[in-house]
């Protein structure tokens, strides 16, 4: 008996969205949130058997590693490789009254059904949300710097630009134009005189 016979049967209407994206990648996920609270008085720590408990953590750790982040397959062959037992183990394990799989429910990930578990979408949403909120800081960040460095080389190495260097419309300009011409570059002084000529050229 699979371990996708312990998983209650859904019409294909009733197979929810994982809410995260396959190609949603979190390289830097080295750590997981854990409330250890919220653990310790789950019914599955306080019903399952101490074999059970142990791979259900295993679970929600390896589904860090999935695409999406925060999935398992389906496949209970790929389930007890991915715990490290035996196809037979893994059975048993879900055979029992409270199993490795409680409270994982399947999901469709574009169009492929996956197992998703609410507490580990809860926690792999977080980090989606803060890797984009540090992406967001970090460009915010970049730019800062960028136009700092664009007005500082305006006022003291340009002639006459100390005026261009007051007006935030041009200062951002000549941003766009070495973004454009140089993506991902530094704005030295030179790029800053480049861009200024042709901007300055442009009718």
């Given at each position: 008996?699979g371990?996708?016979?312990?998983?209650?049967?859904?019409?294909?209407?009733?197979v929810?969205?994982?809410?995260?994206?396959?190609?949603e990648?979190?390289?830097?996920h080295?750590?997981v949130?854990f409330?250890?609270?919220r653990?310790l008085?789950?019914?599955?720590?306080?019903?399952?058997?101490?074999?059970?408990?142990?791979?259900?953590?295993?679970?929600?750790?390896?589904?860090?590693?999935?695409?999406p982040v925060?999935?398992l397959?389906?496949?209970?062959k790929?389930?007890?490789?991915?715990?490290?037992?035996?196809?037979?183990?893994?059975?048993?394990?879900?055979?029992?009254e409270?199993?490795?799989?409680?409270?994982?429910?399947l999901?469709?990930?574009?169009g492929?059904?996956?197992?998703?578990?609410?507490?580990?979408?809860?926690?792999a949403?977080?980090?989606v949300?803060?890797?984009?909120?540090?992406a967001?800081?970090?460009?915010?960040?970049r730019?800062?710097?960028?136009?700092?460095?664009?007005?500082?080389?305006?006022?003291?190495?340009?002639?006459?630009?100390?005026?261009?260097?007051?007006n935030?419309?041009?200062?951002?300009?000549?941003s766009?134009?070495i973004?454009?011409?140089?993506?991902?570059?530094?704005?030295?002084?030179?790029?800053?005189?480049?861009?200024?000529?042709?901007?300055s050229?442009?009718?």
């Open positions: 008996m371990a996708a016979h312990h998983l209650k049967p859904v019409s294909a209407g009733e929810p969205v994982y809410p995260i994206e396959a190609g990648r979190l390289e830097s080295y750590f949130e409330h250890y609270q653990w008085t789950s019914d599955t720590r306080l019903l399952a058997d101490l074999e059970v408990r142990a791979v259900f953590l295993d679970l929600i750790y390896l589904a860090q590693t999935q695409s925060g999935t397959p389906t496949n209970p790929l389930l007890a490789k991915l715990v490290g037992v035996s196809q037979e183990v893994f059975d048993s394990l879900c055979q029992r409270i199993g490795p799989l409680h409270n994982w429910s999901c469709l990930c574009d492929v059904q996956r197992l998703h578990h609410p507490v580990v979408t809860e926690i949403l977080k980090a949300g803060s890797k984009k909120r540090n967001a800081k970090n460009a915010d960040d730019m800062r710097k960028r136009l700092g460095t664009i007005r500082e080389n305006l006022v003291s190495r340009i002639a006459g630009g100390r005026q261009v260097a007051a935030d419309e041009w200062v951002n300009r000549l766009d134009w973004e454009d011409a140089y993506p991902g570059g530094s704005a030295t002084e030179k790029r800053i005189k480049e861009a200024w000529e042709a901007l050229a442009q009718p």
